[in-house]
């Protein structure tokens, strides 16, 4: 299989991995969530060259994660946001964030400390929006969804 086949698949994982899934995007939506909006400003803060921030950005306007505003008419230049797909995204990266902060900060700890608005310093942890009770692995089972056995799936599986 071609990872350009990999959005293609019966899987959420796999789906979002073909829009998010390669370092500069997610280090992009990190700038984003920190409030840059620009192009140069990201070029500057991630070191990256034109071609491939402007090909990840046109990637995630595409994809319904960034939206262009312009901010500028001469020359014409555009601010990118979060659309509401983008917005939720946040805990992916958080999660990232959370995993990197125990298996690879350096000996100095964490490069960064996170504080809720109620002046908490928290670390992200998804939970069970029933119980409250943390996900953790053995303790979830994945069963199948509508997405998995829909006709058009069970179709497009048939032999011809």
């Not at 306007?61 to 990118?80: D, F, N, S």
């Not at 690879?104 to 964490?110: D, L």
Request: charged share 25%; hydrophobic share 40%; with cysteine.
């Amino acid at each position: 299989m071609e990872w350009s086949e990999v959005g293609e698949l019966p899987c959420s994982i796999a789906r979002s991995l073909a829009v998010v899934g390669d370092r500069w995007t997610l280090l992009i939506l990190r700038e984003v969530f920190s409030g840059v909006t620009r192009f140069d400003a990201f070029r500057s803060r991630l070191g990256i060259s034109r071609n491939v921030l402007a090909d990840r950005l046109h990637r995630l306007v595409g994809e319904g994660i960034l939206e262009m505003r312009p901010y500028q008419e001469a020359p014409r230049r555009h601010a990118y946001e979060l659309t509401e797909a983008g917005a939720d995204l946040y805990p992916v990266l958080l999660s990232l964030m959370a995993w990197g902060d125990r298996w690879r900060a350096g000996p100095e700890g964490p490069p960064i400390r996170l504080v809720h608005r109620c002046g908490a310093h928290v670390r992200p942890a998804p939970t069970c929006e029933e119980c409250g009770e943390p996900l953790r692995a053995g303790e979830v089972r994945a069963l199948a969804g509508p997405g998995l056995l829909s006709p058009r799936r069970r179709r497009a599986q048939k032999p011809s």
